[in-house]
């Protein structure tokens, strides 16, 4: 069965007639009278008693309109259900964030601009998050780790220089140099951090080793131990919030510097709502990134 077939005898059961119905459809008589033989005809029924005061249906074919009056209500539910998708008056949008402060202005223009969508962020460090973007599990994910194969497609939000973070009481340094670090207890994300991996490269480069390492996962937990004294942690500047507890130290001999990008796969980017998001404007009055780009 068709679903012109079915559609034509929809039509000629509401309407009452072959010529109405061929009106309402746009077609030819002819062309709807053949859909609705052909339906007969395929399963051995007869759908409209006819006559020359027009057509009537048959016991069987009332049975099918109901059937067809159902379908065509879904039909039209489903229609709308995606056009409302379309211009992204419903839906929801999955992100993932290795550091939730950086993404959070373009979700609140993201959510004020389309307040029809729903809106779930997530968080994790850089290797969890491409792995969920992998497994579709989220939308888009912003990290520091730059993919380096052409699946994604990829924004530079920030580039943000990498300070020692230390304890705000009793530090009167501004600087400190990367050998005199290691004199004291190193804090370290999981395996899986950006910032984790710049160290530790730079560190087996240099052939340095800290004092002391303990490993916390989450950037909360990493701010909370520097706070409490347990030692020191190396993170991006623009992940540092107001907290008194804590204060940073420009790295004098590293000048290194972390990157935060909004990246999707480049199969779903043409789907509304992650091209809309991709594509939210900068904040009036914030200028983008200089180097900030979108790569197809």
């Given amino acids: 069965m068709r679903h012109a077939q079915l559609k034509a005898f929809h039509a000629v059961a509401i309407h009452g007639g072959f010529s109405r119905a061929a009106e309402h459809l746009s077609l030819t008589q002819p062309a709807v009278s053949d859909h609705v033989r052909k339906l007969e005809e395929s399963y051995g029924v007869q759908l409209f008693n006819r006559g020359t005061s027009g057509v009537v249906l048959t016991a069987m074919g009332r049975s099918l309109l109901a059937i067809a009056e159902r379908l065509f209500e879904a039909e039209t539910e489903a229609r709308d259900l995606l056009s409302r998708a379309r211009t992204l008056e419903e839906g929801q949008l999955t992100i993932g964030a290795d550091a939730a402060v950086h993404i959070l ?7 004020a601009a389309f307040p029809g969508i729903a809106v779930r962020l997530v968080t994790g460090n850089s290797a969890d998050l491409l792995a969920r973007l992998e497994a ?20 530079r939000l920030r580039e943000d220089r990498l300070v020692a973070v230390v304890p705000g009481q009793g530090e009167k340094a501004v600087r400190i140099t990367l050998d005199a670090l290691m004199n004291r207890p190193m804090i370290l994300r999981e ?24 490993e916390i996962e989450g ?34 001999d590293w000048p290194a510097v972390m990157s935060e990008w909004l990246i999707c796969l480049k199969s779903r ?14 904040a009036s009055g914030q200028a983008a990134p200089a180097k900030a780009r979108l790569r197809r």
Avoid: N
């Avoid at 202005?105 to 959510?111: G, H, L, N």
């Avoid at 706070?227 to 500047?237: C, D, P």
């Fill in 269 to 282: 980017a043409g789907l509304h709502v992650i091209r809309s998001f991709l594509d939210m404007p900068e």
């Fill in 191 to 214: 395996e899986g951090s950006a910032t984790r991996r710049l160290l530790t490269d730079e560190l087996r480069r240099r052939g340095l080793k800290p004092a002391g390492i303990i």
């Fill in 136 to 155: 579709f599990a989220i939308d888009v994910a912003i990290v520091a780790d730059r993919p380096s194969d052409d699946r994604f497609v990829l924004r």
């Fill in 105 to 111: 202005p373009r979700v609140a223009r993201f959510r």
């Fill in 219 to 252: 950037r909360e937990a990493v701010r909370e131990a520097v706070a409490e004294g347990l030692g020191v942690a190396i993170m991006s500047e623009g992940e540092l919030s107001t907290d008194s507890r804590l204060r940073s130290l420009a790295i004098s």
